[in-house]
């Protein structure tokens, strides 16, 4: 279906890339061999790196002015699960063109059933299919947009003074890649190296990571089953590396394990992190997304402002609904102290839909209009400046990518982009890499730099909860597993649909019908507004917000909240976790 598309669309040239799950190059053969029937060249990595994280398919795309392209992953899923990210042009995920692949695999399987169908491939060899696809140096170029030389510069220092940092790669597609972008970074890898990694060699089961107690949780890194269970605490402990980064197996999500002095964990835990002990001297810290990218955001703001360029484009924060609004306040608050223009924006969860934006706005740029805006799902028009720049793009669910100051060409100038069309945690791992660097010089902690952030932009939202709630145990088999199931689905049904028709109602009849189903000790805020975020619904406190979003793959409903207070956001978000439509 997707070739015959691109054929009626006048697609010429496609890659293909994946990871290391299981078939995973025998699925890039077979797709670039039907497409080379079709007569669409293709370029696939060479064989010395055959696997390719998701970020370099999306950046290679737009960079050698293909057509289009295409990555074989499921990301962060389970091993035995697979996935097929197809790409545009500019290395976004589809959109207009989905619901038309979409359309063309039902009638080709209508045909299967009726008659048949024939599937052409060509040969391994065909001189349509190249190993050619190897972005990896212009990659680095635009790198150092992203990550400027004053904070690279702050690694060898502290290398000098003994600073180390591990990267667990999962086993999947990242560790290749990375120690050439690190090379090219002039940052050392290996066992005597700045950094190193854990996990490096290419697994299709990814080493058993995730897998606790019998059950396979899949390989995010934002899991406990995950960050803790990956051999962290003990090379920390045995002072072998500084800090302990991890990536997903297509490099598109990234966490940390971090240590601080003792005396810090008591505060620490009291402002929403993670702590565990660790040895008389030190506690250690865990960090979710947020909080990385609440840091990252930061670093970025106040590194612009020393560098005197805050004011020299209008650099945008863009968050999902979902996401944490903290990273949102650091640009409001030094955007109000420093008169810089820093707009925020809000997406529905995808980063299709951050793909979309930059897409626009890219549009608008080269149109030169005197300001760009933008229109959020909402109907809410935010007027972004003449010289929008991405910041930021951050999901809670730990994917985020960030642009550059001046619109990067393409390898013949044909195309521009001002931030990637794809979660690229490459670059939030070189950046973390920069910050621990120089807290090391400092002797300071990611904690201490949290702790101290949240007290220096007087962060209204700061402690944040996502509550799932799993409606029937997929463990089940038979009679059990279908009744289990259609009762799990019936209240995930009612809920969304009781919080979809808060939507168009005043904040007292919001506040009203929420009154009316909530436990009669659930002490409700003033509502401020309720209405639609994409997929999910969110209602907007006095100092809180709250958002229910149905998960589209499993059997869990998602309840988010956020404010000030942890104590009222636990139990606020408990007490909508037991509003059940149907009792």
């Given at each position: 279906a997707r070739a015959q598309l691109a054929l009626e669309l006048g697609l010429t040239a496609l890659h293909v890339g994946g990871e290391v799950r299981p078939h995973t190059q025998t699925f890039i053969?077979?797709?670039?061999?039907?497409?080379?029937?079709?007569?669409?060249?293709?370029?696939?990595?060479?064989?010395?790196?055959?696997?390719?994280?998701?970020?370099?398919?999306?950046?290679?795309?737009?960079?050698?002015?293909?057509?289009?392209?295409?990555?074989?992953?499921?990301?962060?899923?389970?091993?035995?699960?697979?996935?097929?990210?197809?790409?545009?042009?500019?290395?976004?995920?589809?959109?207009?063109?989905?619901?038309?692949?979409?359309?063309?695999?039902?009638?080709?399987?209508?045909?299967?059933?009726?008659?048949?169908?024939?599937?052409?491939?060509?040969?391994?060899?065909?001189?349509?299919?190249?190993?050619?696809?190897?972005?990896?140096?212009?990659?680095?170029?635009?790198?150092?947009?992203?990550?400027?030389?004053?904070?690279?510069?702050?690694?060898?220092?502290?290398?000098?003074?003994?600073?180390?940092?591990?990267?667990?790669?999962?086993?999947?597609?990242?560790?290749?890649?990375?120690?050439?972008?690190?090379?090219?970074?002039?940052?050392?890898?290996?066992?005597?190296?700045?950094?190193?990694?854990?996990?490096?060699?290419?697994?299709?089961?990814?080493?058993?990571?995730?897998?606790?107690?019998?059950?396979?949780?899949?390989?995010?890194?934002?899991?406990?089953?995950?960050?803790?269970n990956v051999g962290a605490q003990a090379l920390l402990r045995e002072r072998r590396c500084d800090v302990f980064f991890i990536w997903d197996p297509d490099g598109d999500r990234f966490n940390m394990v971090t240590t601080a002095p003792a005396s810090l964990a008591a505060a620490a835990g009291a402002a929403g992190l993670e702590v565990d002990a660790l040895d008389d001297e030190r506690c250690l810290v865990f960090f979710k997304p947020n909080q990385i990218y609440f840091m990252l955001t930061a670093l970025k703001l106040e590194g612009l402002a020393a560098a005197g360029a805050l004011s020299a484009h209008d650099w945008v924060t863009a968050t999902t609904f979902p996401t944490s609004r903290s990273i949102g306040e650091i640009a409001e608050v030094t955007g109000r102290r420093t008169g810089a223009n820093l707009p925020t924006f809000q997406v529905p969860v995808g980063f299709k839909y951050f793909a979309e934006l930059v897409g626009s706005l890219e549009k608008q740029v080269a149109a030169g209009v005197a300001t760009a805006t933008a229109r959020d799902v909402t109907g809410r028009e935010t007027a972004f400046g003449p010289k929008p720049r991405l910041l930021i793009m951050a999901e809670e669910s730990g994917g985020a990518a960030m642009g550059f100051a001046e619109p990067v060409a393409s390898r013949h100038g044909a195309r521009h982009s001002l931030a990637p069309k794809e979660k690229d945690a490459m670059q939030i791992g070189v950046l973390a890499l920069c910050l621990a660097a120089r807290l090391h010089a400092e002797a300071g902690s990611f904690a201490g730099y949290y702790l101290a952030a949240l007290d220096r932009y007087d962060t209204t939202f700061r402690f944040y909860e996502r509550r799932d709630l799993t409606l029937f145990d997929e463990a089940l088999t038979g009679e059990a597993r279908e009744a289990a199931k259609a009762a799990g689905n019936a209240r995930k049904e009612a809920t969304v649909a009781f919080f979809a028709a808060l939507e168009g109602k005043s904040p007292a009849e919001v506040a009203a019908t929420l009154a009316a189903r909530l436990p009669a000790d659930a002490a409700l805020p003033p509502v401020t507004r309720a209405f639609r975020a994409g997929d999910g619904t969110l209602i907007e406190f006095a100092g809180l917000w709250f958002e229910l979003r149905a998960s589209g793959t499993d059997a869990v409903l998602r309840y988010y909240m956020e404010g000030r207070d942890a104590a009222t956001v636990g139990a606020l978000n408990e007490a909508f976790t037991r509003l059940d439509p149907l009792a």
């Open positions: 053969d077979l797709a670039a061999r039907l497409y080379a029937a079709h007569g669409i060249a293709v370029h696939l990595s060479p064989r010395s790196q055959p696997t390719t994280p998701i970020w370099l398919s999306s950046f290679g795309v737009f960079h050698e002015e293909l057509a289009g392209g295409e990555n074989f992953t499921a990301s962060h899923s389970q091993s035995y699960k697979g996935g097929w990210k197809p790409m545009d042009g500019d290395g976004g995920q589809l959109i207009e063109m989905a619901p038309l692949i979409e359309q063309g695999v039902r009638e080709l399987v209508a045909a299967a059933v009726a008659g048949g169908v024939s599937i052409n491939l060509a040969a391994c060899d065909d001189p349509l299919i190249s190993r050619d696809f190897d972005p990896v140096d212009a990659y680095v170029d635009v790198l150092r947009q992203v990550v400027p030389a004053p904070l690279l510069e702050a690694i060898a220092p502290a290398a000098a003074k003994g600073f180390r940092a591990a990267y667990c790669t999962e086993g999947g597609s990242m560790a290749a890649t990375a120690r050439r972008v690190f090379a090219a970074l002039d940052i050392s890898c290996g066992d005597s190296g700045t950094v190193f990694f854990t996990h490096e060699a290419e697994h299709s089961d990814y080493h058993g990571i995730g897998q606790v107690d019998g059950r396979n949780h899949g390989v995010d890194p934002g899991k406990w089953q995950v960050y803790k």
